[in-house]
């Protein structure tokens, strides 16, 4: 009886140990992983794409810049980006921004000219297309407008300007220099897809929605909203 009484013993101390080895390693795997991440808050440089700072009560520096310039396929005009770059002080720690694109620059080659698209640089240009007088010939297409699609609101009160916001989508003529808003304050941008010569569609969805628009490059007529209607769920 007492030699069992051992044997159990021993089992019990043994099956204690493993369990507080295992124990201890956990711990110590939480506290380098803890460990880890305080360093990199306090020490690291904080790095983050496309998003703009708005946040009146934060502390921060911000630089535009020139981007890389782009040639206007059959023009004498070089699109010119803005872009930003900021920078907060947080309690213990630093961080960074870069956004894509605040504002373009048109600049005539010939003349040596230039203007900007937009009077301010509040908006965060999430993308741009280029629109061509025609379709079907590649290498005679003359660039005629471009499209761009931006945040222009804080719209879901998170103190950034980034994708996650609503979009709004306007159009800029090379020829009379004048820009048409197309659309405003949207959930997703779809598509952008130049259909004809003078012809742009947009798809956008909104509320759960879908719906298309039109824009003749002419006569800058934007045809009606409609909405596009899904099949029904199986």
Do not use: C
Not at 168 to 195: C, F, M, P, W
């Amino acid at each position: 009886m007492k030699m069992n009484m051992e044997k159990y013993d021993r089992v019990v101390w043994r099956i204690n140990g493993s369990l507080l080895l295992l124990a201890s390693i956990g711990a110590i795997l939480m506290m380098l992983v803890v460990g880890y991440k305080l360093a990199s808050e306090l020490f690291g440089r904080h790095q983050v794409h496309d998003i703009v700072n708005i946040d009146e009560n934060t502390k921060k520096e911000e630089f535009l810049r020139i981007g890389y310039f782009q040639y206007l396929k059959g023009t004498e005009f070089i699109l010119v980006p803005l872009s930003s770059e900021q920078t907060y002080s947080a309690s213990y720690y630093s961080k960074s921004s870069h956004s894509r694109a605040r504002n373009y620059m048109i600049f005539d080659s010939k003349n040596k000219s230039s203007y900007w698209i937009w009077k301010s640089n509040e908006s965060l240009i999430l993308d741009e297309t280029k629109i061509y007088d025609q379709i079907s010939e590649e290498k005679t297409q003359k660039t005629r407008g471009m499209v761009f699609e931006f945040v222009e609101k804080n719209s879901n009160a998170d103190s950034v300007l980034d994708e996650n916001d609503q979009k709004s989508v306007h159009y800029h003529d090379l020829a009379s220099k004048e820009t048409i808003s197309i659309l405003n304050q949207v959930d997703r941008i779809v598509g952008i897809q130049q259909s004809a010569s003078d012809e742009v569609l947009f798809f956008y969805s909104r509320s759960g929605k879908s719906y298309f628009k039109s824009l003749n490059t002419s006569s800058f007529v934007i045809s009606n909203e409609k909405e596009i209607l899904l099949p029904p769920a199986t």
